[in-house]
């Protein structure tokens, strides 16, 4: 009964990864529309996007199959609770990619460097959404560690292109628009990262048992 239970949560491992190569890819995919102002790359995302709405269901029905059938002991019950709220991290964060892709699609007149710091935000962000999942499935709580202090980098970089977009407003009112629109592109990056925090905190949780109150709740 152990081995199939073990292999289940072999699978329920392989799933997580897939999804959180798909939040990878979503996100990856949406920054690099926005630094090539491109409506083609930017359809690319919603696909994504409705791909991680299936794995949720996906692994949702791979958790409540582990509960109800194999009576996990407490180690396996945190590691499952953990994915069944992971998931719904993950599939907000390809629901924001596809915000910023759609912004993309309709934004227009934007210079390139206003754009980099954004870049380098995405490529913060993702990492940090490719740490906590990795930290999951070995169970890492250092990891989980360290991506809750990569938050901090995410967070920096929006304060810097929340300043640099607020003095474009201010000196080049024609340029207003484009200036909003990277400021909630930038938002929603910064929200990806929020999201890799609740993940790790849930990582943590799986390990240890002790969880503080997840950031963000929307």
């Not at 993950?90 to 912004?103: F, S, Y």
């Not at 710091?117 to 930290?135: H, P």
């Not at 628009?177 to 790790?200: P, Q, V, W």
């Amino acid at each position: 009964m152990r081995t199939y239970f073990d292999k289940q949560l072999q699978t329920l491992n392989d799933e997580m990864k897939a999804m959180g190569a798909l939040c990878e890819d979503a996100i990856a995919l949406a920054a690099k529309a926005l630094s090539e102002n491109s409506r083609e790359l930017a359809a690319k995302v919603p696909p994504i996007s409705s791909a991680l709405d299936q794995k949720e269901r996906d692994v949702e029905d791979i958790c409540l199959k582990l509960l109800l059938r194999q009576q996990p002991v407490a180690g396996d019950l945190r590691q499952i609770s953990a994915a069944l709220k992971m998931i719904t991290d993950m599939e907000r964060i390809g629901d924001q990619a596809e915000d910023i892709a759609e912004i993309v699609v309709s934004m227009s007149g934007c210079r390139q460097e206003e754009v980099e710091l954004l870049n380098s935000m995405a490529r913060s962000a993702i990492r940090m959404v490719t740490d906590s999942v990795d930290a999951y499935v070995k169970q890492d709580l250092e990891l989980a560690k360290q991506v809750i202090a990569q938050d901090d980098t995410v967070d920096d970089y929006f304060e810097r292109v929340k300043k640099s977009l607020v003095d474009i407003m201010v000196k080049e009112p024609d340029m207003g628009s484009c200036a909003l629109d990277l400021l909630m592109i930038g938002k929603y990056f910064e929200r990806i990262g929020d999201h890799a925090t609740n993940i790790a905190e849930w990582v943590i949780f799986s390990v240890t048992g002790e969880h503080r109150s997840a950031e963000l709740s929307n």
